[in-house]
């Protein structure tokens, strides 16, 4: 004999908490555009401590996931007068975040910055990188 599984009654409340939370938690997926250089023997790495700041409030999405790029102590070269593209996962920005910067928070110079980069519905952007000083 089959056994019945009953689905459970959840409170409105518990809901609807659960759906904040689930909005907050959303991912932010930037692709990068690292300008051809007409350098030979490029190289480029992104830190664990590049950040989404929020301009609006002290939030900061962490980087979850680099996608072709090295992640620092690693280096990966750059193809010679080429745009080279890869991409970045954060965790999610606040509901009400309206713009955000893309900073890598490192210990030298050189580090890459994006400015106020504004918020769309589905928090995937393509953005140029630049070397803040």
Known sequence: MEEV???PLIAKEILESL???????RQVIVHCCFPASPFLGNLIRIWHSTYLF???????SKMIHAENISI????TPVPFMKDFWFTLI??????????FDLKEVI????????????RNSSDVYR???SESY
Do not use: M
């Open 5 to 7: 599984i009953v689905k």
């Open 19 to 25: 759906q904040a939370k689930t909005e907050e938690e």
């Open 54 to 60: 929020d301009n609006q409030s002290e939030h900061r």
């Open 72 to 75: 620092s102590p690693y280096w």
């Open 90 to 99: 954060f965790s999610g920005l606040p509901k009400d975040c309206k713009s």
């Open 107 to 118: 210990p030298e110079e050189g580090g890459f910055f994006v400015e106020s980069i504004k």
């Open 127 to 129: 953005v140029k990188i």
